[in-house]
């Protein structure tokens, strides 16, 4: 499904390299209220937040307003890039832009900051004519909240913009915005619409661009490993396993989500290291497990370019890749069970540790308490007795790598099932073994998580564990 809108630009001029069309100028502010309605920020590799930046850049439009004859923000700021395979040029600058739902490659490719702080401020100008209670901060604080915001309170900026045209004197002269500003906006269009291998090279070429664009922005690894679609099968699969789950997890920049992504992808490492040295002819070696815990964004880096590989995944016309391997999305699917796996051993583990120590004894255990004395495990968030340093845990969760197996065509599968593992008595001995492991680090979760020999203790206890059945 796609949707149409006809924006403005004035003082504009077009450049054209190649399969990409540039058209560069000034939009007024009601061409911007008609993209905030239409577009979010997929295509951009960041969400937005409200910020001393967004504070910036609505007092160079207040100033703006302010002044009869200096009009200083279309020089002051980069603007807004906007990018449309398909699109009409109509007269007096105008053209007709259509964009898919959802797209991640067409959209906003940059300026995302800006587009959140105009149309905060139009948004609490529009109350501000209204009499109505302005947005609070909350409200607007991140993108997926203001967007939310501005659909709800939408009537209200069409008033508004009533208002404008009835009584623009009278709410001038009351010191509210006539939305006298202009933003600076890029256009990338292809140079031939109707040419499908004109339009596959400019949409191929936007996800570079946009990359280069966001450059100053110091982006994550993650953050351009999800523009590139790197990420999309895994959170298929959480979405398809977990929906609750999969919408907490953070994939962008300032989503405002709690559960990193790479996390996840430094746990999908566990069964991902039983393939990926056949699947890439040993060109690719999973990291070492102490990195699962320790070394998160090396396990990261590693992933995206296991998925990178053109053994892995395919470009899929846009400069997005999509997973192709039959072997690395069977691991994936492992992957998705870990989390849970991981709080099932979160609040498992003080009561066993206890059959030969005493788990509230230990001095980084008592760091973690609260006075209110309530703890919930890191993933699904449930109810636990006790808090855990992330350092004891990890170990344990990479060893169930005992209980998986890769089959004849090399899929990832549980041999044993998890579930009824950690329910037996042969992971309380395991737990029981790898207490002396935790004694001889001194009790410190930093020395346990990033010790190789608490990986491979665990890990050859649980294959025992599996062979005495």
């Not at 959209?107 to 948004?123: R, V, W």
């Not at 991981?342 to 030969?356: A, V």
């Not at 344990?396 to 899929?411: H, I, N, S, T, Y």
């Amino acid at each position: 499904m796609s949707t149409d809108i006809i924006v403005r630009f004035t003082d504009s001029y077009e450049q054209k390299v190649g399969d990409i069309k540039k058209i560069v100028g000034l939009m007024s502010p009601k061409s911007i209220i008609k993209i905030i309605d239409t577009l979010d920020l997929d295509a951009n590799p960041r969400n937005s937040r409200l910020g001393s930046v967004t504070d910036a850049i609505q007092a160079s439009i207040r100033a703006d307003e302010l002044s009869p004859t200096q009009k200083l923000f279309p020089f002051k700021s980069k603007g807004i890039l906007l990018a449309s395979s398909s699109y009409e040029s109509l007269d007096r600058g105008r053209y007709r832009l259509s964009f898919a739902s959802h797209d991640e490659v067409e959209g906003i490719l940059d300026g995302g900051h800006n587009t959140l702080a105009i149309g905060s401020y139009i948004l609490s100008e529009a109350e501000h004519a209204l009499g109505n209670r302005p947005p609070k901060k909350n409200e607007v604080t991140i993108w997926d909240s203001f967007k939310q915001t501005w659909m709800n309170r939408r009537t209200d900026i069409e008033e508004y913009l009533s208002l404008l045209r009835e009584e623009k004197a009278a709410l001038k002269e009351k010191g509210i915005s006539t939305l006298d500003f202009s933003i600076p906006v890029e256009l990338l269009v292809p140079t031939d619409p109707n040419d499908a291998l004109c339009v596959e090279n400019f949409r191929t070429s936007l996800l570079e661009i946009c990359d280069a664009r966001n450059n100053n922005a110091q982006l994550t690894q993650g953050t351009k490993g999800n523009q590139e679609g790197l990420f999309d099968s895994f959170k298929a699969l959480y979405a398809e396993k977990y929906p609750e789950f999969a919408a907490k997890i953070s994939w962008k920049t300032n989503d405002g989500n709690p559960i990193e992504s790479r996390k996840l992808v430094a746990l999908s490492w566990i069964p991902l290291s039983l393939i990926s040295s056949n699947v890439t002819s040993g060109d690719i070696e999973a990291p070492q497990l102490p990195l699962v815990y320790s070394g998160k964004e090396k396990c990261q880096e590693k992933f995206l370019q296991l998925m990178r590989d053109d053994r892995v995944s395919k470009a899929a016309g846009s400069a997005r890749r999509e997973l192709k391997n039959p072997q690395v999305l069977s691991a994936l699917k492992v992957a998705t069970d870990l989390p849970g796996l991981y709080d099932e051993i979160y609040s498992r583990f003080p009561k066993h540790y206890n059959k030969t120590g005493s788990y509230g004894k230990i001095g980084a255990v008592k760091s973690l308490k609260n006075s209110r004395n309530e703890y919930k495990t890191p993933f699904f968030e449930k109810a636990t007795d006790n808090p855990v340093p992330d350092g004891f845990i990890y170990p344990l969760v990479c060893g169930l790598r005992a209980l998986m197996e890769a089959d004849d065509q090399g899929k990832v599968y549980w041999k044993t099932d998890p579930h009824k593992f950690l329910d037996s008595p042969a992971f309380e001995n395991v737990v029981a073994q790898y207490s002396g492991v935790i004694q001889q680090s001194d009790y410190d979760p930093q020395k346990v998580g990033k010790g190789a020999m608490s990986y491979t203790a665990v890990e050859n206890s649980m294959k025992l564990a599996v062979l005495m059945g």
